[in-house]
């Protein structure tokens, strides 16, 4: 059997190897946060201080082309070699490796004025990137996967990760946590903690996501096997119990859906000042090279979602967007979901029980799932989107967008309300599955 062939339930049963993306029925989509934190750090010594003073360096604009160039190359086929049994170290040094890379190219960009595409990074640390992709069959730049979900660790140990908060977990490689030279001569080291606060929050943000719906792949994997054993089945009563096993997996479906909905929701300009994210934090999430950058249709928790409802079209602006952002999830995590694409679709199951019952049991519970994610978690992300972008193009001038979607400035209103046009659009291409 191929790997194109393994059904979802298949999969976590076989395991996947975590250093292409780690996929699990405990964690999802994501890595023990707790191992995370204690795994080791595989660089050599220049690489170590540079990851420490990264902060300074790079709020001070100190990652010029000749301090980079003269880092020494990294071995990135030795530290594989030596973390071939801890791949959690693997990919933490790799999460550090790539995030150091981002802030070589955006260190010196102002987000309020024209952004060039910037020069190509150094062979040396391109290099070390693309060996990495190599053994991750990953992108070779910076995605979600380096500079978030990779890239975190718990400081609350007794956190509930079904229910966890952005504050629960600290980023391995902050880059907007120190003061500038002339915030520490003023002794005024305010806006570094709330740059460094609201840094730490929005990068975590689809950290919290995947863990809060971490159940998710187990409700899918579930859901599909059952769904396959009903339809090889001939007796009556073994069908009547997958259809109550079908019926208890969509329950809890929605309740993932309500956790995600309820951490999102918890971004806001309460707790992330729009403008100190649209002019300090956006900028470090900027693609380069063509690629997009750091954005919400990377978070495969979101790929995952659509598959089991099983999205008929991205014809959309954010659909289309989604399908781009998809190729920079994690290898394994891609895999998954296509698992969960070709197998046995809870839709096309749904639809069957409604012919044979407008009020079968199976299809009211698919529809109201459906309303529960789009009457939800997308309509607070919509919202949120919406607010953010306003007051951040109102009060902090013209940016670009990592997902590469075209805006015209200098009217906040045009931003706006394309935005609401994308996001309504991204919600009725989610609505046309319902039976």
């Excluded at 994997?221 to 073994?238: F, K, L, Y």
């Excluded at 694409?341 to 529809?367: M, S, T, Y």
């Amino acid at each position: 059997m191929t790997d194109t062939q393994k059904t979802s339930w298949e999969w976590l049963e076989q395991g996947m190897d975590p250093r292409l993306g780690p996929v699990s029925r405990e964690f999802g989509f994501m890595f023990d946060p707790k191992a995370m934190g204690e795994a080791r750090v595989v660089l050599p010594d220049a690489w170590l201080s540079l990851w420490k003073e990264l902060p300074d360096r790079f709020i001070n604009k100190q990652l010029g082309e000749q301090f980079v160039q003269d880092l020494e190359p990294l071995d990135v086929d030795a530290i594989y070699e030596e973390c071939r049994d801890e791949p959690y170290a693997f990919m933490k040094t790799k999460s550090i490796v790539f995030c150091i890379a981002q802030a070589c190219i955006d260190f010196d960009r102002v987000i309020a004025q024209e952004m060039p595409e910037p020069e190509p990074l150094p062979d040396h640390i391109q290099g070390a990137m693309d060996r990495f992709a190599v053994y991750c069959h990953c992108p070779t730049y910076c995605a979600l996967a380096d500079m978030s979900l990779t890239a975190s660790f718990l400081v609350n140990e007794d956190a509930d990760l079904l229910n966890c908060t952005f504050d629960d977990l600290k980023l391995i490689c902050p880059v907007n946590s120190s003061p500038t030279y002339e915030e520490v001569e003023k002794d005024d080291l305010e806006p570094s903690r709330i740059r460094g606060q609201a840094e730490n929050r929005f990068h975590n943000t689809p950290t919290m996501m995947e863990y809060r719906v971490s159940d998710l792949a187990d409700i899918v994997a579930n859901t599909q096997r059952a769904i396959h054993s009903h339809q090889a089945s001939s007796s009556s009563t073994e069908q009547d119990e997958l259809v109550e096993v079908i019926l208890r997996e969509i329950a809890r479906a929605k309740e993932t859906f309500k956790r995600l909905c309820k951490g999102f929701a918890l971004l806001s300009r309460k707790t992330v000042d729009p403008v100190v994210w649209h002019r300090d934090i956006v900028k470090y999430t900027s693609g380069y090279g063509g690629h997009l950058g750091l954005s919400g249709p990377q978070a495969p928790c979101i790929h995952l979602v659509d598959a089991f409802l099983g999205r008929k079209t991205f014809a959309t602006e954010l659909g289309k967007t989604s399908i781009k952002a998809f190729q920079q999830t994690q290898y394994n995590h891609q895999i998954f979901i296509l698992s969960v694409a070709n197998g046995p679709q809870l839709r096309i199951f749904a639809e069957e029980c409604a012919k044979q019952n407008p009020d079968h049991p199976v299809a009211l519970a698919f529809n109201d799932m459906v309303d529960s994610y789009t009457k939800g978690f997308l309509a607070i992300h919509k919202g949120r989107a919406m607010e953010f972008a306003k007051a951040g193009f109102v009060e902090a001038g013209p940016r670009e967008f990592t997902a590469k979607t075209e805006y015209e400035w200098p009217s906040p209103e045009n931003v706006v309300s394309k935005l609401k046009r994308f996001f309504n659009e991204a919600v009725r291409e989610r609505d046309d599955v319902k039976v």
